[in-house]
């Protein structure tokens, strides 16, 4: 499958422009030699709601991190809407500090890592999705280690992913699969897929609004989401924070910690109907939801 890219978006460019800035916004790459002039971009507002009445509720450190480059501050500063109670840092990295993130690679993000024990992990979602799609174009945004891909392969559908790493997206290819070094609000592919899955993505996207309400225009009229990201609203994730173990606050490229409440109403605000919940394997304290396109 061939993808047509917006005009304004390149190939190649995305480490260092990841969906970063508001819809419409480009910024140019730069190799960063110092950070000090700041490592992120204040949110003026909140950006799921643009109220602009935000508090801060904890300041965490990031230092412990495994990609924690010291040209980033170790600090994160977690702030709350007073409208819609969505928790996000106080900002998103600039395309330098993009840039020195998007430099390494988590061994468990490389493509084909630990490929044969992710195969049914991957299985289990695939399966979650078949009640609302059985065959069609599979789009994984940010792939990671490409086991999603496989599986949708293996169970017939036609797999395309997007990674912001080019080796990742190099190896994809290689094993077969279509894949693409760029952001999702750069490909333009009106209704192609009928599946679009963002794992463990959309926390990473400085605008998950405008993330959410690209992937609508890319479904079929019939087409699901299916996302998963920690979730703040269950008991474990108060359990973990009661004993100072809660990764999330700590997690250098999380911009939002989203609970199931408030990743619900926002999939209602963007044209999609949650249709079914669950818990993911993935990662700790995760939940996995799919959504319909209304
Ligand atoms: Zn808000």
């Not at 790459?29 to 109220?51: D, F, K, V």
């Not at 992937?215 to 079929?220: D, E, G, Q, S, Y």
């Amino acid at each position: 499958m061939r993808l047509k890219l917006l005009p304004n978006r390149r190939q190649g460019t995305q480490s260092a422009t990841a969906d970063v800035g508001p819809p419409g916004a480009r910024y140019v790459a730069r190799m960063p030699q110092s950070l000090a002039s700041g490592a992120r971009i204040p949110y003026t507002a909140c950006p799921l709601c643009a109220l602009t009445e935000l508090r801060q509720v904890r300041v965490d450190s990031c230092a412990t991190h495994p990609l924690y480059d010291p040209r980033i501050p170790a600090e994160m500063r977690w702030m709350q809407c007073l409208g819609c109670w969505h928790i996000f840092t106080e900002g998103y990295f600039t395309p330098a500090a993009c840039e020195v993130l998007f430099s390494r690679t988590n061994t468990n993000q490389q493509v084909g890592h630990d490929f044969e024990r992710q195969r049914p992990v991957s299985a289990r979602i695939v399966e979650k999705v078949l009640p609302w799609a059985q065959d069609g174009a599979w789009l994984d945004v940010g792939c990671g280690n490409g086991s999603l891909l496989f599986t949708a392969q293996e169970y017939g559908f036609s797999a395309v992913g997007t990674d912001l790493r080019a080796g990742n997206v190099e190896t994809l290819k290689k094993c077969g699969i279509d894949g693409l070094c760029v952001d999702l609000l750069s490909l333009d592919a009106p209704e192609t897929f009928r599946v679009i899955s963002m794992a463990d993505v959309l926390e990473h996207m400085p605008f998950p609004k405008a993330g959410l309400a690209h992937a609508r225009t890319l479904l079929k009229p019939d087409g699901v989401v299916f996302l998963s990201m920690p979730n703040l609203d269950c008991i474990p994730w108060k359990l973990l924070d009661g004993q100072k173990q809660n990764p999330y606050w700590g997690e250098l490229e999380h911009y939002h910690n989203f609970g199931r409440r408030r990743l619900y109403a926002l999939l209602e605000e963007t044209g999609f109907r949650p249709v079914r919940y669950g818990i993911s394997e993935r990662y700790r304290v995760c939940m996995e939801v799919i959504a319909q396109r209304m």
